[in-house]
């Protein structure tokens, strides 16, 4: 599971261990308890992906890697949302594109690849709900991290939750339009790229494609 990894996010396991470590030996309670949930959240993509047994991309486990932890590290423990006004959308649309992707690939892989099987429209259609689903659940968390244990994650309450969505809703475009574009023979801003990099990589799961 690990030695796979990228050095980026064997980068970023090693900082959330140390500063776990130091947070838990200086009696900084909250930080340790970020810390350590980061680390356990990043570990949920790659324990997934073993469960139902498929080769991600690496560039997948970076950027969810890097999301989480630049939402809820570098975001709370460092106040980088108040620092920096952009990273909240950065992180938000990026990740959106992401999901985007992978809700496309998840649909895909249900009718083994084969195109014929639903309308190209519908395959994008669902990874864009998809996508929409991961960021009104990431919206819950930060309410339910907000009331129980005092974080401030939603900032200014509605709006920050209704941009975050906004925000969301526009990367899971852009992502499922680059499913859409990979069945039509098209690739939008290089993002079928790595479409193309997970078919390669699981064969066994798009017996029936034939690009």
Not at 8 to 31: D, H, N, P, Q, T
Not at 77 to 104: E, K, Q
Request: aromatic share 18%.
């Amino acid at each position: 599971m690990f030695k796979d990894q990228s050095p980026l996010v064997k980068l970023i396991w090693a900082a959330l261990a140390f500063f776990a470590a130091y947070a838990l030996i200086s009696g900084r309670w909250e930080l340790a308890f970020v810390a350590i949930v980061t680390g356990l959240l990043s570990l949920v993509p790659i324990a997934l992906a073993r469960w139902v047994q498929i080769e991600m991309p690496r560039i997948f486990i970076v950027i969810s890697t890097a999301f989480i932890g630049g939402t809820l590290f570098l975001g709370e423990a460092f106040d980088f949302y108040n620092r920096f006004w952009w990273w909240d959308i950065l992180l938000h649309g990026g990740s959106a594109m992401v999901f985007g992707l992978t809700g496309f690939v998840l649909v895909f892989m249900m009718f083994q690849g084969n195109r014929f099987a639903a309308p190209h429209i519908a395959i994008a259609f669902f990874a864009f709900c998809f996508a929409m689903t991961i960021g009104a659940m990431w919206e819950v968390f930060e309410f339910s991290m907000d009331q129980t244990i005092g974080t401030n994650m939603q900032k200014s309450g509605l709006v920050d939750t209704m941009t975050d969505l906004i925000v969301d809703a526009i990367g899971a475009f852009i992502g499922a339009s680059s499913g859409y574009g990979y069945l039509k023979g098209r690739d939008y801003g290089g993002l079928g790229g790595l479409i193309e990099d997970f078919v390669a990589r699981n064969p066994q799961l798009f017996r029936n494609w034939r690009k």
